[in-house]
């Protein structure tokens, strides 16, 4: 019998499909739900409840955005937060100054401004055009966090010298800053229609910072998290929460299974959201790819590497399991002036007297994941102040020739758009850093100052494209036009070549491991050594056939027969190791599970309300308390001050006091692990005394 319900559901799903047309991709977008899809564009709004959940559909055009104001304050930020990032960088442990402090405080300096200020012109541009509005602190935002953290060319100007004793003037310092951090803009422009335009690219890491602008300014907030306080300082040991090690503190296998310093991070738990949201906001990133990266992380961090380490592939059994850092042959720190010529070439002779060099099972492994990410991210899916660089290149004695500078931006090109669309789609972005290392060290072996500017004009290039992308999606999202990028990242890269040769020349000691105030530089450390592995040895006596790390190699042919779009993501997904491990990762793909899937499955209007904002308020107390603590509780003084907890990380017995790694046999007669029971007596004597020390019982 005829329904007569047929005819009016066959109308009404022709009507569905129209409005889907254009706007689900054609692409198997695992972030798209059909219905939600269709909810939102018959509401004139975004077909994903992520965006929708952030973002507000409507729009005042008549929001003035760049005023004296927001300029101001823009450029204050951008000399302030890029020049106590480049001081922190050389820190260890180092406190870093997000832009979501700037878009914080602009907020109440905003305000007040528009409270008292006068009204009045200066050159034609009003003083105080009124309220402080909701597009001002977005351009602040941007022009705060565009060049906040150190630009990734510093580190050749402080590797030249800390390695190899080059210290060119400050017209080449500037000019290799500025051409790796410029360059890409350009490229992010063309970028535009791809990586912007369609709704598909929900860039996820922007819908946090979304959500605090509308909290801040429809002024329904609460306050800041104030929890920090104790990871960050009163009882560190809720950062390591090893608790497995504390059961067994001299059983070595378990400190390597579960320790988390040194060791693969099996204990699971930390209470500290600066840990968890190291690599990024479990809150902001899509369930679907944290469940990619953390099964990616399972199986070659938690299984194929212990079979690596016990069945002692590549001599990993004399080394820690997880560390940052290369070894001679005797499991010593890799001294690279020992296989170099006084011009810093590689010197052949040397090496073979020396020492081959030896990573931790981890970062080898992180580095054949690096090789498969490259080509499973092909299989699934400029030139403007190029001047800059050539200039640096030709005046100054680099041993670069130019046209492999060009060819490091070509890989820039080439890549900025697939990588552009899985950073956009899962939060996760591809880096390019370890495939230009490769090239360039095939190319141009026993070269360390080339293979780094390689790499940074090959892989910065596209990161500040993607950069200047995702600026563009927020601006889009809010509803502004974004200016001020290229005038704020000149601004900054400027401050921070400043500070850094400030400190070069007043910090006695400057990137010693035994500096007394902490500035042992451990950035520089490991770009240090990645310019040894690959600059100076090549990747010729480490990864081709016969060499050590061989097998490494093929890497590459996994990650082009992986063609299916989940796997760039678990290859990619686990690229912050090192210097990031197991406490970053676990407790992060845990916070993932009960937000972007339990919570956004059985909860889903309180995960629409709240997650965004809860993020954001994560993210602004960490950042704010980090800050507070520093200069408040521990400015000037050493660098183990606050309460440090001994924590075990599987380095073959070691333990942990006060930061500086020491054997457990030197301490059999001195002391102990801190245990919980001492932590009362400790924070006593903090807060009476506020100084740290080494207590033995």
Sequence with gaps: MFDKHDANDDAEK???IKHLEGVVPEFDDPNIDPNEALAGVLEDDSPYPEVRSAVAN??????PSSTLRS??????????????NQFFFFRYPSVIVTGIVAQLLSFPLGKAWAKFFPNIKILGLSLNPGPFTIKEHVLVTIMASVGAGSAYATDIVAVQRVYYNQNYNFSYQWMVVMSTQLIGFSIGGVARRFLVQPPSMIWPANLVTCALFNTLHAQSYAGIATWYLFPGYIFQALSYFSWVCWIAPNNVPVNQMFGYVHGLGMSLITFDWAQIAYIGSPLATPWWAEANIAAGFVFFFWLLTPILYYTNTWNSKYLPISSRTSYDNHGKSYKVTKIINPDTTFNEEAYIAYSPLFLSTTFAISYGLSFASITATLTHAF??????GIISIKVWDTQFPVQYFILALVISFLYVIPIGMIQAITNQQVGLNVVTELIIGYALPGRPVAMMMFKTWGYITMAQALTFTSDFKLGHYMKDNVLGQVVATVVAGTVQLGVQAWMFTNIPDMCDAEQKDGFICPGTQVFGTASIIWGVIGPARQFSSGQIYYALSFFFLVGFLAALPQ??????GTGAIPPASAVNYVPWAIVGFIFQYAIRRRHFSWWTKYNYVLSAALDSGVAISAVLIFFIL???????SGLTLSRCGGEHGVYEYGGLARDADAYAGRGRVLW?????????LQSLFLRNAVYYY
């Design 58 to 63: 409507t729009d005042d055009p008549d929001i």
């Design 383 to 388: 030139f403007h102040y190029v001047a800059f």
């Design 634 to 640: 521990q400015y000037r003084r050493t660098a183990g």
């Design 567 to 572: 796997f760039p993501v678990i290859f990619s």
């Design 14 to 16: 022709v009507v569905d």
């Design 676 to 684: 919980p029971e001492d932590v009362a007596v400790i924070i006593v």
């Design 71 to 84: 300029w101001t304050l823009g450029l204050i930020w951008a000399i302030i937060i890029p020049g106590l």
